[in-house]
């Protein structure tokens, strides 16, 4: 699961659903990434709490797509 916070990109959604991930609106441990543009707000703080990735949504398009 994937959650994206902050932000919205009908493209990058479109990528992500395409390779099949499944989007999600809240962090839980069984959230592979959070992709954030605001680092410092409460979802990073639980992504980070979790063990969540927390990346910058460019990154992860580097990395994954």
Request: glycine share 10%; proline share 2%; net charge positive.
């Amino acid at each position: 699961r994937i959650v994206m916070s902050g932000f919205r990109s009908g493209d990058l959604k479109a990528a992500l659903e395409n390779v099949g991930a499944k989007l999600g609106s809240s962090v839980t441990k069984d959230t592979f990434a959070l992709l954030a543009k605001t680092m410092g707000t409460s979802k990073v703080k639980e992504a980070e709490r979790l063990g969540v990735k927390v990346m910058e949504p460019a990154q992860f398009v580097r990395e994954y797509l």
